[in-house]
């Protein structure tokens, strides 16, 4: 008797394409003005567009949402979002994702040729109120009332696996952000940062 297996991987893929085909993917987002032409995937990231938003995708971006796509491992595909109507997420061109979260309540604007390692997130919001009977309320509070700031991520930075970059934080064109960095404030071009919270650690 044939034994029966499981493939999880083969089961995620299959999950995350169900819906449509890579090519039904692509064209949607060009109806919807997220891309002009192409993108360059294998299997279907995560990508939200709350109603009157602003989500922009620039030409030649590679995202990548599984470990069969990088040898590095990917845990989770790719999560692209605007939560507010009022958002606006530009990402330039040529840049490259793999496996990473972006959720724009405010703005975000990324550069071109900008690579994200592995698990790596930026996020313009605190997400959670501070006060916390506002908090008991989840998922019940207003976005948009929440503490958030704008992003700006200038061209060719590389933001190393896992780090996070926090709300109100700009980037100078050339940094390199370590590895598991939580980078909670503004730094200039031509650095490399890391730690928690990412401090200077070498101008290049």
Not at 91 to 112: H, L
Not at 138 to 152: C, E, R, S
Request: net charge positive; aromatic share 8%.
């Amino acid at each position: 008797m044939k034994k029966m297996g499981f493939n999880l991987r083969s089961f995620v893929r299959n999950l995350m394409e169900k819906t449509e085909s890579i090519s039904t993917f692509k064209e949607r987002l060009i109806h919807q003005g997220i891309i002009e032409n192409d993108l360059n995937i294998k299997t279907i990231p995560y990508i939200y567009l709350k109603k009157d938003s602003l989500l922009k995708i620039g030409k030649n971006c590679t995202i990548l949402n599984c470990s069969e796509e990088n040898i590095a491992g990917i845990a989770h595909r790719t999560s692209i979002a605007t939560a507010t109507s009022s958002a606006k997420l530009v990402i330039g061109d040529y840049c490259g994702f793999s496996g990473n979260f972006i959720c724009c309540v405010d703005e975000i604007t990324i550069g071109n040729y900008v690579n994200f390692g592995t698990g790596a997130s930026v996020y313009d919001t605190d997400f959670h109120p501070i006060d916390y009977l506002q908090r008991r309320s989840n998922p019940g509070f207003d976005l948009t009332k929440i503490p958030h700031a704008p992003v700006k991520i200038g061209n060719d930075v590389w933001v190393g696996a896992n780090a996070i970059i926090l709300k109100g934080v700009e980037i100078g064109d050339r940094t390199i952000i370590a590895a598991n960095s939580v980078v909670t404030k503004s730094f200039p071009p031509d650095c490399i940062i890391g730690g928690n919270p990412a401090k200077i650690m070498k101008m290049l």
